[in-house]
């Protein structure tokens, strides 16, 4: 049986575009550029959405963050630029906003988001409602923002709003309607599926390295996976590689500057269902807590550099209590404490170096690589998970004015058995390609956000799975281990931290 992760075989080893990366960038850009016929490989060096696009905070947010500063007018006034460039990024995210709320093949859900509003806070309730104001106007006509204000009395009487901090200086709560993905790495599958039955080659747990150019100026890259070391030819690349662009050639620059977002899952009570609360916190970056469903709900996220490998990221004691300290200080009538703590997670994202911001660049940028010597190689930094569909449509733009028009139109071939009708673990792996037990649990079927999978499950799922993998008992006693390692390290609460979870904080 062909390796269930090894993707399709390829008839040639010469393609238009070679993509390096398999998250939401680089899996838009694969799905664009196969609907166009173009021939495409995408090269991933783990599985479909393990990097950022996976850990992100999960939000389709309309981009009033862009908005926020203080002294808004004023600083609209003396740096026109910046305002411009903070206008334009609020646009796109509104668009993102609208095309992916209202696509029925992406699963998103519509929340109540409020900013409360304090007597001595960072925004005033007038800079808030004339910000949604405005991206009202800018952005498309739907879906309504839905913006309510409330006064300081409708704040308190508010189901979130009763445990928010200093409630004799509460001067009211800005709502409005905001989205949140329910699988961002579902994105990441669903666009690599659509890009197969378009012809696409997937080439998973596989390692690309740029080569240099033939004599017929083709882009020579190596790849090293499971069907061995080859190598293949593009007329272009594309490095979507997101915090590790860095590594795939010796480009002359900095391309990536990654910070750390984490954050911890806990349980509220019943009025938090649907409802999520922003702010910003006392080191001056925004906050969230948002509903993940099933009466769990998370707060985050941090933001500090990372400058390690990020696939050894994770959510730390420094961070789980920072986090808890800060959900703490705007919600004091919740009472949280260590034990509530059920789940963390963390992630880097993969922001634009930029010698004048220390923290990164949050603008979306597509590097052309050609000054450097890498004449059709482009590169793309900062591109959030919202603004994947603007993403892929950027990156077909840009081939097609390098390499001219696809010589063909692409051919569907879609499969035929629906996911409904077969068992989701056994599917994942017959039909998507998950390559190890850890991608059936956490990025397939996203069992792994219901809360913390048992080895007993695990052993379930592994033993109905082993048979498609053609798993010995050895190889498939690694593999539970392995999940339960993986897990631990990535969702488990740090040890010198952890105690078992109780009743969820003021259960009403």
Not at 306 to 324: K, P, Q, T, Y
Not at 449 to 472: C, K, M, Y
């Amino acid at each position: 049986m062909q390796n269930p992760s090894s993707g399709r075989t390829s008839d040639t080893k010469h393609f238009d575009v070679v993509i390096i990366g398999g998250g939401v960038n680089g899996t838009a850009a694969l799905r664009e550029l196969a609907r166009a016929g173009y021939s495409v490989l995408l090269a991933e060096a783990e599985d479909l959405g393990a990097g950022a696009s996976g850990r992100s905070s999960r939000m389709l947010h309309c981009g009033l963050r862009y908005l926020e500063s203080p002294n808004p007018i004023w600083n609209a006034l003396r740096h026109p630029v910046r305002f411009a460039r903070a206008l334009g990024m609020a646009r796109d995210a509104m668009a993102a906003r609208a095309e992916l709320s209202q696509d029925d093949s992406i699963a998103t859900r519509a929340i109540e988001l409020s900013f409360p509003v304090w007597r001595d806070g960072p925004f005033p309730r007038w800079q808030l409602d004339a910000g949604l104001r405005l991206l009202g106007a800018i952005g498309p006509s739907g879906p309504s923002l839905d913006r309510t204000l409330r006064d300081a009395n409708g704040a308190r009487a508010h189901p979130i709003g009763r445990y928010l901090r200093d409630q004799d200086t509460l001067r009211g709560m800005v709502s409005f309607r905001e989205y949140l993905f329910s699988a961002p790495e579902r994105l990441c599958v669903d666009n690599a599926l659509d890009a197969e039955a378009h012809g696409a080659d997937l080439r998973l747990m596989t390692r690309a390295e740029l080569r240099g150019r033939n004599n017929a100026g083709l882009w020579c890259v190596a790849l090293e996976g499971p069907k061995g070391n080859t190598q293949v030819q593009a007329r272009a690349v594309l490095n979507m590689a997101g915090s590790w662009a860095d590594e795939v050639g010796d480009f002359g620059k900095r391309l990536i500057c990654g910070t750390k977002g984490a954050h911890i899952i806990l349980r509220l009570p019943k009025g938090f269902a649907d409802r999520g609360i922003a702010t910003v916190h006392r080191g001056g970056h925004p906050f969230y807590g948002l509903p993940l469903g099933d009466d769990r709900f998370y707060f985050g996220p941090t933001e500090t550099l990372f400058a390690g490998d990020a696939r050894n990221v994770h959510a730390d004691s420094d961070d789980v209590a920072f986090l808890l300290s800060e959900a703490n200080h705007l919600l004091p009538g919740l009472g949280l404490t260590q034990k509530h703590v059920e789940q963390c997670w963390a992630g880097v994202r993969p922001l634009t170096h930029a010698p004048d911001r220390p923290m990164g660049a949050r603008e979306r940028r597509v590097h052309d690589l050609a000054p450097q010597g890498f004449e059709n190689v482009l590169a793309m930094t900062a591109g959030p998970v919202m603004s994947l569909r603007s993403g892929g449509r950027r990156m077909l733009s840009e081939i097609s004015a390098r390499i001219g028009a696809p010589p063909a139109t692409a051919t569907v071939n879609l499969r035929g058995v629906p996911q409904a009708s077969q068992d989701p673990a056994k599917y994942a792996v017959t039909h998507e390609h998950a390559p190890d037990l850890y991608a059936v649990l956490a990025r397939r079927t996203g069992a792994i956000w219901h809360g913390l999978i048992s080895r007993e499950d695990a052993t379930q799922v592994a033993n109905a799975v082993a048979p498609l993998f053609s798993w010995s008992e050895t190889e498939k006693s690694y593999q539970i281990d392995a999940f339960l390692a993986r897990q631990e390290t990535e969702f488990c609460v740090p040890p010198d931290r952890r105690t078992h979870p109780e009743t969820p904080a003021n259960q009403q």
